[in-house]
């Protein structure tokens, strides 16, 4: 039997993730063993705002280096983050279709403050993929391997996204901006709710 596909862990993972997900038949671990990587999708995720899109990041501690294993990574707490994310949510997508459907399940995320940001992720995703009604148990590796027959940790940097095709859906600032592809999940949840799960 083929290994499962290995795949990073990320914040509030943008559309295109999903889509891999499902043209692997949701069959994968998630690699925590990995040297953290900068500039990557595992600490920020991109929403709509009026001005196009945004940047979330969620600050490391310093020392959190490129050696550092991922699952050893500290979340910081110097800055108010959370109070900024949920506030940047919460000003880009109040009049969307469905935040008030997530609003409960997703606001805690931003009031509990975890250790390590591969457990705050790996929380949420498990989240996301509940209001997905997708039913995978979410599973992890056991040590760092190099030898993978899939394996799509280091797709999807910041600066380079996989060109994976998406069909346009309407966004919260669709009368001011055209289409922005590859946003993270929770604007196709906050526009498309209980429909976002036949985009894929």
Known sequence: MQNPAIFPLFYL??????????????????????????????????????????????????????????????????????????????????????????????????????????DYN???????????KLNNLLKTTASYETDIAIDYRNVMTKKEIPTIQTKPYFQVFSDRNEFIPNLSIVDLLFNQGPQAKNYF
Request: proline share 6%; net charge neutral.
């Open 122 to 132: 790996y929380d949420m995703l498990t989240w996301l993929f509940k209001q997905l």
């Open 13 to 118: 993972p943008p559309v295109s993730y999903f889509t891999l997900l499902k043209e692997n038949n949701f069959e994968f671990d998630l690699e925590k063993f990995e040297h953290f990587p900068k500039q990557t999708y595992r600490n920020r995720a991109t929403i709509a705002s009026p001005n196009g899109s945004l940047d979330m990041v969620v600050p490391i501690t310093k020392g959190s280096k490129l050696h550092t294993p991922y699952k050893d990574v500290k979340i910081s707490y110097e800055d108010r983050w959370q109070r900024l994310h949920w506030l940047s949510m919460q000003t880009c997508y109040r009049s969307s279709a469905y935040f008030e459907f997530y609003e409960d399940g997703l606001a805690p995320f931003y009031e509990k403050k975890y250790d390590f940001l591969f």
